[in-house]
């Protein structure tokens, strides 16, 4: 609507048309009478309404409400077949594809490895192949969820790819990503435009876990918050006034890297992929801990798996370490002294405890593995409050959801005694493939803005 005059009736029918569009999508089926006085109009301008919005194929009839007969009584919802969009999740072992229609039901979803996992390298083959190898597989991903949706590639309006790091806008280099091989060519996006003919964009993959919670979680109408992303890596995603914050390069939320009491300080961080967060709150850390108290884990599972699932199992073990014994604290720990065992970082052992932890007992192995994850965690959360000062905290990622309330609350406690502005902190709610969520409502926003833009439109 750029440079249209305000008030004119084509641009007042188009401002009507997508507020009926956007009922009709948060609330589902309606029938025009409803329409009418949701958004205020006549019954003769909805009625006009719909059935411009059905000439231009962007709703459908699905039926009539029951004991309700009449023209009025027909129910109109949003025709899912009016766009689709798609979006392709890429990690260190899997590229996951999924297909949305306009109404944001997914259709169809594609797996297969990321190279150079799913392929082995040939003899004299050179890393030119790896990168071919990413834009390839990424293209077989799209049609194969599309072919599982039921649609041609050619349908998709539009794609977004979510990947660790971010592609420079300058130089359209994937950084701050090197553990993921075969994505660093300067010509990659050249490649996957040229083989996928359809609009791209492209994000870091917390910043689309953070488009996820506003849309849909637990961030929904936050204008300001920060969401903390804790998987195989740590990230953050920094929305300040409804927008995504990105950095000149793409970098703004790569915390990994910052510097935080306790840890050595990291040099040249982007070399070694990694930094004092990183290192002082990140799955491999719990590892460290766990092989320190003396905790078992599954050592097939990979890395944030292990990190994930001693979380977890500590949160229920823990219940039973805080009960008191007459023996003393029945806490399965072996240290010969009252005091919980040293951390190794310089972060405070046993801090933020449940409030009823009893005055002088010692934590146990299990409990103390969630305080020092508490702890650290709280460490870079106070640094990014120092600096943001956001409305709310969003704590997202298997290993930081695998805690639950228990550890949000630990986390919580901590980083209140750790800050003067005191943020509320909650848990992620969209944890099922929430970054190919985020990308497939990334892609929506922009598409449905383009579909339901009526002003070319003719009133009947």
Same mark, same amino acid.
């Given at each position: 609507?750029?440079?249209?005059?305000?008030?004119?009736?084509?641009?007042?029918?188009?401002?009507?048309?997508?507020?009926?569009?956007?009922?009709?999508?948060?609330?589902?089926?309606?029938?025009? $009478? /409803?329409?009418?006085?949701?958004?205020? @109009?006549?019954?003769?301008?909805?009625?006009? %309404? &719909?059935?411009? *919005?059905? +000439? =231009?194929?962007?709703?459908?009839?699905?039926?009539?409400?029951?004991?309700?007969?009449?023209?009025?009584?027909?129910?109109?919802?949003?025709?899912?077949?009016?766009?689709?969009?798609?979006?392709?999740?890429?990690?260190?072992?899997?590229?996951?594809?999924?297909?949305?229609?306009?109404?944001?039901?997914?259709?169809?979803?594609?797996?297969?490895?990321?190279?150079?996992?799913?392929?082995?390298?040939?003899?004299?083959?050179?890393?030119?192949?790896?990168?071919?190898?990413?834009?390839?597989?990424?293209?077989?991903?799209?049609?194969?969820?599309?072919?599982?949706?039921?649609?041609?590639?050619?349908?998709?309006?539009?794609?977004?790819?979510?990947?660790?790091?971010?592609?420079?806008?300058?130089? $359209? /280099?994937?950084?701050?990503?090197?553990? @993921?091989?075969?994505?660093?060519?300067?010509? %990659? &996006?050249?490649? *996957?435009? +040229? =083989?996928?003919?359809?609009?791209?964009?492209?994000?870091?993959?917390?910043?689309?876990?953070?488009?996820?919670?506003?849309?849909?979680?637990?961030?929904?109408?936050?204008?300001?918050?920060?969401?903390?992303?804790?998987?195989?890596?740590?990230?953050?995603?920094?929305?300040?006034?409804?927008?995504?914050?990105?950095?000149?390069?793409?970098?703004?939320?790569?915390?990994?890297?910052?510097?935080?009491?306790?840890?050595?300080?990291?040099?040249?961080?982007?070399?070694?992929?990694?930094?004092?967060?990183?290192?002082?709150?990140?799955?491999?850390?719990?590892?460290?801990?766990?092989?320190?108290?003396?905790?078992?884990?599954?050592?097939?599972?990979?890395?944030?798996?292990?990190?994930?699932?001693?979380?977890?199992?500590?949160?229920?073990?823990?219940?039973?370490?805080?009960?008191?014994?007459?023996?003393?604290?029945?806490?399965?720990?072996?240290?010969?002294?009252?005091?919980?065992?040293?951390?190794?970082?310089?972060?405070?052992?046993?801090?933020?405890?449940?409030?009823?932890?009893?005055?002088?007992?010692?934590?146990?192995?299990?409990?103390?593995?969630?305080?020092?994850?508490?702890?650290?965690?709280?460490?870079?959360?106070?640094?990014?409050?120092?600096?943001?000062?956001?409305?709310?905290?969003?704590?997202?990622?298997?290993?930081?959801?695998?805690?639950?309330?228990?550890?949000?609350?630990?986390?919580?406690?901590?980083?209140?005694?750790?800050?003067?502005?005191?943020?509320?902190?909650?848990?992620?709610?969209?944890?099922?493939?929430?970054?190919?969520?985020?990308?497939?409502?990334?892609?929506?926003?922009?598409?449905?803005?383009?579909?339901?833009?009526?002003?070319?439109?003719?009133?009947?």
């Amino acid at each position: 609507m750029a440079g249209m005059t305000p008030g004119t009736p084509r641009v007042l029918r188009a401002m009507n048309d997508r507020a009926a569009l956007d009922l009709l999508l948060s609330e589902g089926p309606l029938s025009r $009478g /409803r329409i009418g006085k949701l958004t205020g @109009l006549s019954k003769p301008t909805a009625s006009q %309404l &719909l059935a411009r *919005l059905e +000439a =231009a194929g962007l709703v459908v009839v699905t039926g009539r409400s029951e004991g309700r007969p009449g023209p009025n009584a027909q129910l109109y919802a949003v025709n899912p077949h009016a766009a689709y969009v798609a979006g392709v999740d890429v990690t260190t072992s899997r590229i996951l594809a999924g297909v949305a229609d306009i109404t944001g039901r997914v259709t169809g979803t594609f797996e297969l490895p990321t190279p150079p996992h799913g392929q082995r390298r040939r003899r004299g083959q050179g890393d030119e192949q790896h990168r071919q190898s990413a834009a390839e597989c990424v293209v077989r991903a799209v049609e194969g969820a599309a072919k599982a949706a039921g649609v041609h590639r050619s349908e998709l309006h539009r794609l977004v790819i979510g990947t660790p790091g971010a592609f420079d806008p300058s130089t $359209g /280099r994937l950084r701050y990503a090197s553990h @993921l091989p075969g994505w660093h060519s300067p010509t %990659l &996006l050249e490649e *996957l435009a +040229a =083989a996928l003919p359809i609009p791209l964009d492209y994000d870091n993959d917390v910043n689309l876990v953070a488009v996820a919670e506003q849309q849909s979680g637990a961030a929904k109408g936050r204008e300001d918050f920060v969401l903390l992303w804790n998987e195989q890596g740590i990230g953050a995603a920094l929305v300040i006034a409804g927008r995504l914050h990105r950095g000149r390069t793409g970098g703004a939320g790569e915390v990994g890297f910052l510097p935080v009491p306790g840890t050595p300080l990291v040099r040249d961080p982007g070399h070694v992929n990694s930094g004092g967060f990183q290192a002082l709150a990140g799955a491999g850390a719990v590892l460290r801990w766990a092989h320190e108290l003396g905790l078992p884990y599954d050592p097939d599972a990979c890395l944030h798996e292990k990190a994930a699932g001693l979380v977890s199992r500590a949160v229920v073990a823990a219940e039973g370490e805080r009960a008191p014994s007459a023996d003393g604290p029945a806490d399965g720990n072996e240290h010969g002294t009252g005091n919980a065992p040293a951390t190794g970082t310089g972060v405070r052992a046993g801090a933020g405890a449940w409030s009823d932890r009893r005055p002088g007992s010692r934590p146990g192995p299990n409990s103390e593995l969630l305080h020092r994850f508490a702890s650290g965690t709280a460490v870079g959360l106070a640094a990014m409050v120092s600096v943001l000062d956001p409305q709310l905290i969003v704590l997202s990622g298997g290993v930081l959801t695998a805690g639950g309330e228990p550890l949000r609350e630990l986390i919580q406690a901590e980083l209140d005694e750790l800050t003067v502005p005191r943020p509320p902190l909650l848990l992620g709610t969209v944890t099922e493939h929430p970054v190919l969520h985020g990308a497939l409502q990334s892609a929506l926003i922009t598409t449905r803005d383009e579909v339901f833009d009526t002003t070319a439109a003719r009133a009947p």
